[in-house]
């Protein structure tokens, strides 16, 4: 499966982004999609996940309350709401897939988008 990241950008402290994650290639429909995170200095960080069949979700600390994720079966894409945007959201951001009840590791990734926070 081939994935394809956008809707990153420049946004002020307490401001909102949303990131799209479009699968090519195959559906979604047995998969794990993910949004991980690195800052400059920094290692690649888990930010959230969701099962596609199960709806499942799981959210690093860090943006719990904050961020949301969510699937569009429509347009077979993953989205990442976030909200609150504060300066160490500040990362490019990557959203990956794994195949459900495999292996932990994730096998499919897609390009980064940065997402910039600006005092």
């Known amino acids: 499966v081939q994935l394809q990241a956008?809707?990153?950008g420049l946004v002020q402290t307490?401001?909102?982004l949303r990131l799209s994650c479009a699968a090519?290639?195959?559906?979604?429909?047995?998969?794990?999609?993910a949004w991980f995170r690195r800052s400059p200095g920094k290692e690649r960080e888990f930010v959230?996940?969701?099962g596609w069949t199960t709806g499942n979700t799981l959210?690093?600390?860090?943006v719990q309350g904050r961020f949301t994720i969510s699937r569009d079966s429509a347009?077979?894409?993953?989205?990442?709401?976030?909200?609150?945007?504060k300066l160490e959201d500040t990362a490019v951001y990557y959203c990956a897939a794994r195949?459900?009840?495999?292996?932990?590791?994730?096998d499919y990734w897609g390009q980064g988008t940065q997402v910039t926070v600006s005092s």
């Open 6 to 8: 956008s809707g990153g």
């Open 14 to 16: 307490g401001g909102s």
């Open 24 to 33: 090519s290639g195959r559906t979604f429909s047995t998969y794990i999609i």
């Open 48 to 50: 959230a996940s969701i």
């Open 59 to 62: 959210y690093a600390d860090s």
């Open 75 to 85: 347009k077979n894409t993953v989205n990442l709401e976030m909200n609150s945007l």
């Open 99 to 106: 195949v459900l009840g495999g292996s932990p590791r994730y």
